[in-house]
């Protein structure tokens, strides 16, 4: 009898224990739970296939988060590196040695999807330029920014050039992007002699990047002029460039020292003429 009754006094045991085991332990804390991604958030992500706010000297479509800030250097020696022999260019250090024309760029985001700012190169001309995001790609095959700026040489007292234009680009997944600028620039001829004859200039820049390692990219671009005032050679750029953090360096090579829509609108030196450069960027967000 005692035998039984621990043999049922056990059974019961065994079938009760596991359902107190499975009772929730109310001193637990519920798991937490991931907040939704805010819009924003994307914007400071970084972006694979356009780390920077321009080619070269193109713009491209890169958004600057709201109320955040963004510096660029820009930097053309002035000798040219097909003159004279090779010992006179090692001479120069390959034109390091030469004067430059140097720009300093800020840019801010006063609200989401615009920037604005300026852009002064060392012979005295500075150009104010604004930049909406009009149409993002996944809404639409491309995205395409709407630009309108204004130089005004000896520091903005003497003779403007106001532009106006447009940025469509693509990109592709994490490897790269093209990219379309059409822009029309008034008073892009400097001689009053010819201003009732050609005054301005429609360009079509057209550029992309393509990115080869991690943080490396190739880079290239070309703005011919289709019409108007459109003295020398188009001018054309190529470079490499190599990303850290929110800082980019660029090393690059053109056919001349515009910076800007007017001064890229008034061509290069010539055809043959090629100078070392160099961009340097810094986000600050």
């Not at 930097?75 to 001479?91: E, K």
């Not at 490499?240 to 980019?248: C, F």
């Amino acid at each position: 009898m005692k035998t039984s009754l621990s043999f049922a006094f056990a059974l019961l045991l065994g079938a009760t224990a596991p359902a107190m085991a499975a009772e929730p332990d109310s001193s637990t804390p519920p798991p937490t739970q991931t907040p939704a991604t805010k819009p924003y958030d994307t914007e400071r992500a970084f972006q694979p296939a356009q780390p920077d706010f321009a080619v070269i000297t193109i713009p491209t479509t890169l958004r600057l988060p709201s109320h955040k800030m963004a510096f660029r250097l820009t930097h053309r020696f002035g000798r040219p590196l097909g003159a004279g022999t090779f010992s006179d260019l090692a001479g120069d250090l390959f034109g390091l040695d030469s004067g430059a024309q140097i720009g300093l760029e800020f840019r801010y985001a006063p609200m989401r999807g615009t920037q604005i700012g300026f852009h002064r190169t060392s012979n005295r001309t500075i150009s104010l330029f604004g930049q909406y995001s009009a149409i993002r790609q996944g809404h639409s095959p491309v995205s395409v920014d709407a630009l309108v700026a204004v130089d005004g040489t000896n520091n903005l007292q003497d003779s403007y050039s106001p532009s106006v234009g447009a940025v469509v680009s693509r990109t592709f997944g994490r490897h790269g992007a093209l990219y379309l600028q059409p822009s029309w620039v008034n008073n892009s001829n400097p001689l009053p002699s010819a201003l009732a004859d050609h005054n301005d200039t429609v360009t079509l820049g057209i550029g992309g990047r393509l990115r080869v390692r991690p943080s490396v990219y190739v880079v290239a671009e070309v703005i011919p002029r289709l019409s108007g005032y459109k003295p020398g050679t188009n001018q054309a750029s190529f470079g490499i460039e190599k990303r850290a953090g929110g800082h980019t360096f660029q090393l690059n090579f053109s056919n001349g020292f515009g910076t800007t829509l007017p001064q890229v609108a008034r061509g290069g030196t010539g055809a043959k003429d090629w100078y070392l450069g160099f961009n340097m960027s810094r986000k600050f967000f």
